[in-house]
């Protein structure tokens, strides 16, 4: 799904890809950023699934198990919507997951299928692992278009992917406009590979102004 033009699309970009787990506070930090240049500046924004649970499939248990499963049952869902349906359903999943902090549950997926027109009973879809080889062939697009390994989420500008932006909270509106325009400068750099500093804890998923 792409927004169309208002205002000046961004320093030398034709279209950005977004690969995004629903299970990821940090990609929803990066889709609340990217949704709100986007539509701004008119840039032609694609959201696509990724697999933290695919990426991960080796660690049993620890920290992070919780999460693991939610990324496993959305990513299911994200499955049976199909393509059509992913950003309008990553964007109901999101809003509940991680602005309102609530725990992912059959009431809760109804409300999104529900807001996005989908039929209810794809709530179904969580617990049907038939659907995991559809998880994983859309991860592998998604660890080929990056070139390598990397988690949620993926960010491709004009063909060109990074791993991130890993953003530990969202940013406001001149704020992220100048984080695009450094983002789309970064990508049209041949010799860029990699920039990185320490971070720690959760994102902080309170929208700024």
Do not use: K
């Amino acid at each position: 799904m792409t927004s169309s033009p208002t205002t000046d699309p961004g320093v030398g970009v034709g279209v950005v890809e977004i690969y995004v787990d629903p299970a990821c506070p940090f990609a929803w930090a990066a889709s609340r950023w990217l949704a709100g240049v986007a539509e701004r500046r008119g840039v032609p924004a694609i959201w696509r699934p990724m697999s933290l649970a695919v990426l991960n499939e080796c660690e049993v248990g620890g920290a992070h198990a919780e999460r693991m499963t939610v990324s496993r049952r959305t990513g299911r869902l994200l499955a049976a919507a199909g393509d059509e349906a992913m950003r309008d359903l990553y964007f109901a999943l999101g809003r509940r997951l991680h602005s309102e902090g609530r725990a992912l549950s059959a009431s809760l997926v109804g409300e999104a299928l529900q807001e996005c027109a989908l039929p209810a009973d794809l709530v179904a879809a969580m617990d049907d692992s038939s659907l995991d080889d559809v998880v994983r062939r859309a991860h592998r697009v998604s660890q080929e278009a990056l070139g390598g390994t990397g988690g949620s989420p993926i960010t491709v500008f004009d063909g060109r992917a990074y791993f991130g932006p890993v953003l530990t909270g969202i940013p406001g509106r001149d704020e992220a406009d100048r984080l695009f325009d450094a983002l789309t400068t970064l990508a049209g750099t041949e010799a860029f590979a990699q920039v990185e500093r320490p971070r720690s804890g959760p994102p902080d998923l309170a929208e700024v102004a």
